[in-house]
């Protein structure tokens, strides 16, 4: 990696932790002098820059760099929620936070439609997440997100292990640990 580079993946991590510190004192601070929506957009930005980045180095990267940047994106996410639940404590109204609202598309009438892309759900579920807790951070229901994995042709689910494999796996687990 170049010296230009590593300058630049290093900002990138200083303003991240920047950010994550102001967002834990404006969470504790009801008075902070920065608002939560100001430090939601920017943590939501660098949450998109580090799903970028997930992309970018997911075949040639360490597994220990892969495992930080997943962390990054766990951490990233929970501080996200937490500035949700807090901004509807405070404010007392259901608000969704625009890192898990996908954008719409226009309609001639009726619900607007979410545009939901594949690499979205494959990247969301490339972290370790459900089907039930991908919906929740998309900010749609599970059925909608069925439908949409229908519609991309995500149909699989994402295990390696073929069901035989998986029946025998049971199968010797039971047999080992229930009494005949």
């Known amino acids: 990696m170049a010296a230009a580079e590593c300058e630049d993946v290093e900002d990138f991590l200083t303003s991240m932790g920047q950010c994550f510190e102001d967002v834990d004192n404006a969470l504790r601070d009801k008075n902070a ?16 820059i580090a799903n970028a980045i997930v992309f970018a180095i997911r ?3 360490s597994d220990e760099l892969k495992q930080l940047v997943s962390n990054l ?13 807090t901004t509807i404590q405070r404010e007392g109204s259901t ?41 929740l951070s998309l900010g749609i229901s599970e059925s909608t997100l069925y439908r949409r994995r229908q519609e991309l042709g995500l149909h699989k689910s994402f295990v390696d292990i073929s069901y035989e494999e998986l029946y025998t796996v049971i199968t010797g687990m039971l047999n080992q640990t229930l009494c005949w």
Do not use: C
């Open 59 to 61: 075949d040639n990267a």
């Open 95 to 135: 608000v969704r936070s625009a890192a898990w609202i996908p954008s719409k598309e226009a309609s001639s009438g009726g619900r607007p439609r979410y545009r939901i892309t594949k690499e979205q759900i494959e990247t969301l579920r490339e972290t370790g997440m459900n089907w039930k807790r991908i919906a």
């Open 73 to 85: 994106l766990t951490f990233s996410q929970g501080l996200l929620q937490e500035i949700h639940t």
């Open 33 to 48: 002098s920065v608002s939560l929506d100001y430090l939601e957009s920017r943590l939501e930005g660098h949450f998109q």
